[in-house]
């Protein structure tokens, strides 16, 4: 690994200072799980993408790792562990959907040291942008091997230039429930839907989300769940424990008398961004969900543009799309 | 004539090539650690090469020759199977043993789980260095220079060794056969990660940065990415062959009968392609080496310590490579490692630039693999592609049966995973049968063994397609496989099986997983919406575990009556150094708690008993160490003899003993008809003045045909929305002659199917086509199960039908269980849900895809 500067940061403030100072290769740092023990050790780099020279640890912000339930809602650090949410049991009762998803991220070590904000905000897993040799468009190259290569794993939905899939679990959970996020820079602190957090390839190849350089993201918030609301989390993966999604659905559903009223789809591990399914949610609004959702989940063929070796990617998200809401409903 | 080096492989696979060997090129086969290697993992190759060549082949002896010539009794239909099965006339039943047959707790298994015991990685030494590679980035190119003044001017970095700088003497010296070689540096790397330069730093991370300021100018070259591309004629050669494209070897056929006659006589011929991927070990630890020189004495000296699965095949390969003596080397492999499955850990490149660098440098060096390192530049057992044909008669008979086979060799010259396939030749009744096999070459993960070499190919070529056959004719599967099997031997030497219990297996298996009730129609028992049940079977058999030359051991037994096991046998997991110590304690009557065996193997101190490999070290190491301990056996009671009568003297008596009235058993040394008269051992030790020594030899008469049986079957639930492959029953059932340790052959058995149904259902290695990059060369994206993935319970079934041949009539069990599961996935498959997929792994992209016909 390349030799690096390390700064462990007590408050907000003095991490923005910090980032500021040590200028554009510097990086905030969680847990390191991806960050150091991925992206460093393995030297992903390239022209638009440095490797870090400084690190500046968030997990020694106090403010940053605590975790608050009240009526309006739910307050998460960024710092905070994966463990300590699924272990919170305020959280567990009020938005199991996130406990669900985080519980299938990675293993039970990774999710000791993997922080929320750290997980929301890792790299992607393309196999090529992960091989040091690969020199591709999200590094600064000038090309995208999964267009010709193995791309049994990439985007069926929203491609373009780069078909990374978005690898956050947490995010596709969190995009589901509605959550905010707040992000602290040299201007102060501002609050951002996760709507507008994930931006795809178009916008920027090089990043994932809208965040800068020198700011972090410091807390997770959600919104109370409706009521008559019910959710459910399905992740496919080929291996049970250190699994990516292969196609993950974080459904949930108001409705009454079983005719959907609102609520969200969510797809993990098909788009640049955790997807949300607009097209289903608009065919069963004011629909017997039940009657309707076959036909329902069939629209997300309408969206997806296979590349040449995951059409099979399709079938399965249509499937599961499916059996997501209808577990929800159960 | 000039000296030309001797490729063993071609030896082996080429007998015109071998006629032009002279008797010295002879001899020097004898110390070509590839040579052993090979036959290690397929004895079989030397038996042909001993027929054909006979004193001339290195492993030839006379006592085996002698017991060739003798002709066979006793091959026919049924007078082979020994009459009351696990239990024949060569056959004590368990009760008979204190020891074996029992559940024997691992003897260093604490530090195992624990982690405590002393790995490589835990070895250090005042002063050393780290050595770091920096390995080539494509397939195929040249190198036109290198620059490292960057990376010397690292502060840390000592030293930088690369092809032109080599040390005189050592430009020639390559590793295995060639053309193309495997030089110590090549010039033309043929492969992503071979060597470039070797950087000796003083930690992991400046070597890491170091080798990154290494400027090298590579003019790249075309590469065969693709094996059966470098099948074709067009595809541009890589050194002067005489075959098309980058093909190595085409072999001569196996021919029985004339298949087109069978053919033609069949009511029903069917034909199905197979293949696999490339497939690696994946073990946990890191491959790890430190290496030291001394120069105590008139000599150098070299010391290498890392998890070897042969000290002394690494001490004759070091040796030959640095051109020293053996006397100069000794290596020393840990008791406690990450496991073998396989070659991968035998003495690579990087072995040898470590040796050269500490001689540089005057320092330890020490050399950790990266995970890509090991997963890329090191062994696999690679990619293969069977073509296959049946011909079935209604009445369920087999006509005939055809196999041509394509094997990728990967990066190197040798073998490519193909071969004949002795199931085809003596597990079912065929009586025409015709079998081709062609190795090829490619820019690519070499080839090597991992859990087996060929056979569970071998097994998947046959298996799919006997049960294929089945269906077409409307025959339960399992109905079809008894109304076949052949249990005499083999047709071609008319060697015979010893108490062969490959029936056993089959119906065993059947009554475990209850496959009268359970099997069905394909795609008639959907258990929930869009899943379907499958129940599949597979048959195996292979020359594995059957043990072979060198096959030494001795013991000392101590002043105290306690027993020293010294056995070179590697330990490489499933607990071969417990066993050692088991076969010793049970032939001296010794009980365990005062038997010891160490847990590393050190070259100076022991003999060679070979690799451990093959599932062979049961009975290689084992014979040896039974020998062994039936000498001492015999010197202890020689001396008890003389001990009763110098005690009967002392109290005025004369009496006379001889040592075959005594007997030893837990400890003392007793009269057998009267076991109140006796002595512990550590008086008779203490009466003899010193220690007693044993040492054992074992030469393995080519009497039997020695092979592994094994049965498995499966269900599985298929979801046809996601593909996925649930496992929710497994039955193996194996005819391990006698389980010795009983909980470690369960595990063995165990730890296989795992290891099996992870190569069959997720684990592939793959490359970038376009650039011959690897693209998954990490545990992560390279899926290997996890202790969630397996299935909740695996039924193991032990057939004891002891063999002839077998110390206490064990048979090896090391690879066997895991050559089966790709079979029996393929077969499950199918019966749940209608389609065959037959490339491994079963994906649920390759399963959706066949469910949409795509
Ligand atoms: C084998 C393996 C399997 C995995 N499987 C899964 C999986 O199934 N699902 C899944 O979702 N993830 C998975 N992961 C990813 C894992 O969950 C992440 O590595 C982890 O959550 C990251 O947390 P961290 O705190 O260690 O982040 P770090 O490694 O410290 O940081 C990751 C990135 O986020 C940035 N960052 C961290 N905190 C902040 C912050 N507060 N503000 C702004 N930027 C920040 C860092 O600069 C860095 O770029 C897996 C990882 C591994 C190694
Ligand atoms: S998908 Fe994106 S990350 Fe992967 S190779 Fe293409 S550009 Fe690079």
Not at chain 1, 244 to 260: C, D, K, R
Not at chain 2, 20 to 39: D, K, Q
Not at chain 2, 496 to 506: A, E, K, Q, V, W
């Amino acid at each position: 690994m390349k030799t690096f500067e390390l700064h462990d940061a007590t408050t907000v403030q003095q991490a923005v200072t910090l980032l500021g100072q040590l200028g554009p290769t510097a990086k905030v740092l969680g847990g390191g799980s991806d960050l150091i023990s991925g992206v460093m050790k393995d030297w992903i780099q390239g022209k638009g993408m440095p490797l870090p020279s400084a690190l500046v640890d968030i997990t020694t912000i106090p403010q940053m790792t605590t975790i608050q339930v009240s009526g309006s809602g739910a307050r998460i650090g960024a710092a905070a562990t994966l463990t300590s949410i699924i272990e919170h049991q305020e959280i567990r009762r009020g938005w199991p959907l996130l406990v669900d998803a985080t519980e299938s991220v990675a293993s039970p070590l990774i999710r000791n040291f993997g922080t929320l904000g750290g997980n929301i905000n890792q790299r992607p897993r393309c196999w090529f942008l992960r091989g040091e040799k690969f020199d591709c468009y999200k590094k600064g190259g000038d090309f995208c091997f999964a267009v010709t290569g193995d791309n049994r794993y990439h985007a069926i939905i929203g491609g373009e230039l780069c078909y990374i899939v978005h690898p956050s679990d947490t995010a596709t959970a969190l995009v589901a429930l509605s959550a905010k996020t707040k992000i602290a820079g040299p201007q102060g602190e501002r609050e951002v839907a996760f709507d507008e957090y994930f931006i795809g390839p178009r916008t920027d190849v090089l990043r994932e989300n809208i965040l800068q350089q020198n700011e972090l993201m410091t807390e997770v918030s959600l919104p109370p769940l409706a009521s008559n609301t019910k959710t459910a989390w399905i992740k496919l993966k080929d291996r049970q424990v250190y699994d990516f999604a292969l196609v993950s659905v974080a459904a949930v559903v108001t409705s009454e008398n079983g005719v959907w009223r609102d609520g969200r789809i969510v797809l993990g591990g098909v788009s640049p961004v955790p997807y949300r399914a607009k097209v289903v949610e608009d065919a069963l609004q004011g629909k017997d969900i039940r009657a309707n959702i076959t036909a329902a989940a069939g629209a997300i063929r309408s969206v997806a543009r296979p590349m040449s070796a995951n059409s099979y990617k399709v079938d399965i998200a249509q499937g599961l799309i499916e059996r997501a809401v209808l577990q929800a409903l159960a | 004539m000039p000296q030309r080096s001797i490729d063993a492989f071609k030896v082996l696979s080429d007998y015109e090539y071998a006629a032009t060997l002279t008797n010295e090129e002879w001899l020097s086969l004898s110390g070509n650690p590839e040579y052993h290697t090979l036959i290690a993992d397929d004895p079989s190759l030397a038996e042909e090469l001993i027929a054909r060549f006979g004193m001339l082949v290195p492993g030839f002896s006379a006592a085996l020759a002698a017991a060739a010539s003798v002709p066979l009794t006793g091959f026919g239909p049924t007078v082979n199977r020994l009459a009351g099965r696990g239990g024949g006339s060569a056959a004590p039943s368990n009760a008979e043993f204190s020891i074996v047959g029992t559940s024997v707790p691992r003897t260093h298994g604490f530090g195992v789980v624990t982690g405590v015991g002393r790995y490589s990685e835990n070895q250090t030494l005042p002063n050393m260095l780290f050595m770091k590679t920096l390995g080539s980035p494509y397939p195929h190119a040249r190198i036109r220079s290198i620059d490292t003044s960057k990376a010397e001017a690292l502060p840390g970095v000592h030293y930088i060794l690369h092809r032109f700088n080599l040390p005189e003497g050592y430009q020639d010296v390559s590793l295995g056969s060639g053309p193309p070689f495997r030089y110590l540096f090549n010039e033309e790397l043929i492969q992503v990660g071979a060597p470039v330069a070797v950087v000796a730093a003083d930690s992991d991370h400046i070597g890491d940065e170091a080798i990154r300021q290494i400027q090298v100018d590579y003019e790249v070259l075309p590469a065969v990415v693709d094996f059966m591309e470098g099948t074709r004629p067009s595809t541009p050669k890589q050194w002067d062959n005489r075959l098309d494209g980058t093909i190595l070897t085409i072999a001569s056929p196996f021919v029985r009968g004339d298949v087109e006659r069978g053919f033609a006589e069949a009511d029903i011929v069917i034909e199905n392609v197979t293949s696999m991927s490339t497939i690696q070990h994946a073990a946990l630890e890191l491959t790890t080496d430190l290496t030291w020189w001394s120069t105590e004495g008139a000599r150098p000296q070299l010391t290498q310590i890392g998890p070897k699965r042969h000290a002394h095949g690494a001490r004759s390969a070091i040796a030959q490579a640095l051109k020293v003596d053996q006397s100069q080397v000794r290596v020393i492999t840990p008791g406690y490692l990450g496991m073998s499955f396989g070659s991968f850990r035998d003495t690579d490149l990087p072995e040898i630039h470590s040796a050269l660098l500490s001689w540089l440098t005057g320092r330890p060096i020490r050399f950790m693999s990266t995970r890509s390192e090991d997963m890329v530049t090191r062994t696999h057992r690679t990619q293969t592609r069977n073509e296959s044909k049946i011909g079935v008669k209604r009445d369920g008979s087999i006509t005939a049966f055809f196999t041509k086979k394509y094997g990728n060799a990967g990066a190197y010259r040798g073998g490519g995973g193909t071969g004949n396939s002795l199931g085809l030749a003596e597990l079912y009744t065929i009586p025409n049968l015709r079998q081709e096999n062609i190795d090829v070459f490619t820019n690519m993960y070499r080839y090597g063994s991992y859990r087996c070499t060929t056979h569970p190919n071998d097994t998947l070529a046959r298996e799919p397609l006997i049960e294929r056959a089945a269906y077409a004719i409307n025959m339960n599967p399992l109905d079809f496989r008894l109304r076949n099997l052949s249990e005499v031997g083999n047709p071609e030497t008319r060697r015979p099986f010893s108490n062969p219990g490959i029936r056993d297996t089959i119906t065993q298996t059947a009554a475990a997983i209850g496959w009268r009730e359970k099997w069905h129609a394909p795609k008639t028992r959907e258990v929930r919406p869009g899943v379907f049940h499958g129940i599949g079977m597979a048959c195996h058999e292979c020359n594995h575990g059957a043990g072979g030359a060198p096959s030494t051991g001795s013991v000392v037994i101590n002043a105290d009556g306690t027993l020293t096991v010294v056995s070179g046998a590697a330990e490489v997991g499933p607990g071969e150094r417990t066993v050692m110590a088991m076969i010793a304690a049970e032939t001296l009557g010794i009980p365990m708690n005062r038997t010891r065996i160490s847990p590393d193997v050190d070259s100076d101190f022991t003999a060679d008993t070979g690799v451990t490999a093959g599932s062979r070290q049961t009975l290689s190491g084992g014979w040896g160490i039974h020998l062994a301990a039936l000498d001492a056996r015999a010197q202890l009671l020689d001396w008890g003899a003389r001990k009763f009568v110098d005690d009967a003297r002392v109290a005025g008596q004369t009496i006379q003993v001889s040592a075959d009235q005594l007997d030893v058993r837990d400890g003392l040394v007793s009269f057998k008809d009267d076991p109140e008269r006796r002595l512990p051992i550590a008086q008779v030790i203490a009466f003899a003045s010193n220690p007693i020594i044993g040492r054992g030899a074992h030469i393995h008469p080519p009497t039997w045909e020695r092979v592994a049986f094994a049965t498995h079957a499966a269900e599985v639930e298929v979801d046809t929305v996601t593909g996925t492959i649930s496992v929710t029953k497994y039955v193996a059932a194996h005819d391990v002659g006698r389980a010795l340790n009983r909980m470690a052959t369960e595990q063995q058995i165990e730890g296989g199917v795992i290891v099996g149904l992870g190569l069959a259902l997720t684990e592939q290695l793959l490359v970038d086509g376009a650039t011959g990059i690897p693209i998954n060369d990490n545990i992560l994206d390279y899926k290997v199960p996890t202790i969630k993935d397996v299935p909740e319970k695996i039924d193991v079934i032990m057939v004891e039908n002891a063999k002839e041949y077998g110390v206490f009539g064990a048979h090896g069990i090391g690879e066997p269980p895991a050559a089966l599961g790709f079979s029996v996935m393929v077969n499950a498959v199918y019966n749940a849900v209608g389609v065959w997929v037959e490339d491994m792994p079963l994906t649920r992209e390759k399963v959706l895809n066949a469910l949409k016909g795509r």
